[in-house]
């Protein structure tokens, strides 16, 4: 198994909040992806880093921000949570750079809010 | 515009019995990825198998099987033997350039209930 750690797992708060989520990866690759997961919309891609300080939007990035200081480490920002963004969230990481390779998966955070 | 569908919300299948989980996608790239993957009720996605575009036979992971038939645009799954285990919901998804970061394109998922 691919050795990606979600933090938390699960989480709920309240509207207006901040909330940040941690990816943790100890495979060394150098790709890092954050998706969100709502039923009837499969998973949809939040923002994406291709190194370290590098990263850019994806499809649904609005009210969100993502950061990587380190290889390892990807971190999901809501500065100001809103109940739309109840979600499920995962993060992937990928090994290279093109359409061959699948991502793995982090078991995922369950986040609420209120 | 949907770039994957996935026509079946759920399927039921027999244990010990064959199952193909549907999938059509939409491209106007010479190179692409397609994938599957499983997501059990405990929640976690799991990478199952993947064909690429130029690849010139079907893809096999064991009792998995990629029926990639590219002139039509479709990458069904084939499960063989079901067993109970594989109750799970199932999700095809595409790499490509055009997508940002090379990031996958999932479907809404097919729900398979395994039964006795």
């Known amino acids: 198994d691919a050795g990606i750690t979600q933090s938390p797992r699960h989480k709920v708060t309240e509207t207006g909040t901040p909330v940040t989520l941690r990816c943790h990866q100890t495979e060394n690759h150098r790709y890092m992806y954050w998706y969100r997961q709502d039923p009837g919309h499969g998973l949809r891609l939040i923002h994406y880093?291709?190194?370290?300080?590098?990263?850019d939007k994806g499809e649904v990035s609005d009210g969100y921000s993502v950061s990587r200081s380190k290889t390892e480490d990807f971190l999901l920002t809501l500065e100001s949570a809103t109940s739309s963004q109840t979600s499920v969230y995962f993060c992937?990481?990928?090994?290279?750079?093109?359409?061959?390779?699948?991502?793995?998966f982090g078991d995922g955070t369950r986040l609420s809010i209120l | 515009a949907q770039k994957i569908t996935q026509t079946q919300p759920g399927m039921f299948v027999q244990e010990k019995e064959a199952v193909t989980l549907d999938c059509t996608y939409d491209t106007s790239d010479p190179s692409y990825g397609l994938f599957w993957y499983k997501q059990p009720s405990s929640g976690e996605m799991i990478f199952l198998i993947y064909q690429g575009s130029y690849d010139q036979q079907n893809a096999t992971e064991g009792r998995y099987s990629l029926n990639f038939q590219k002139a039509r645009k479709s990458a069904n799954l084939v499960i063989s033997a079901s067993q109970l285990g594989d109750s799970a919901m199932y999700f095809c998804a595409m790499r490509e350039a055009s997508n940002s970061g090379y990031a996958l394109n999932f479907g809404k998922g097919t729900s398979l209930l395994v039964t006795p």
């Open positions: 992937a990481i990928s090994e290279e750079w093109g359409a061959n390779q699948p991502q793995h």
């Open positions: 880093s291709y190194g370290v300080k590098d990263t």
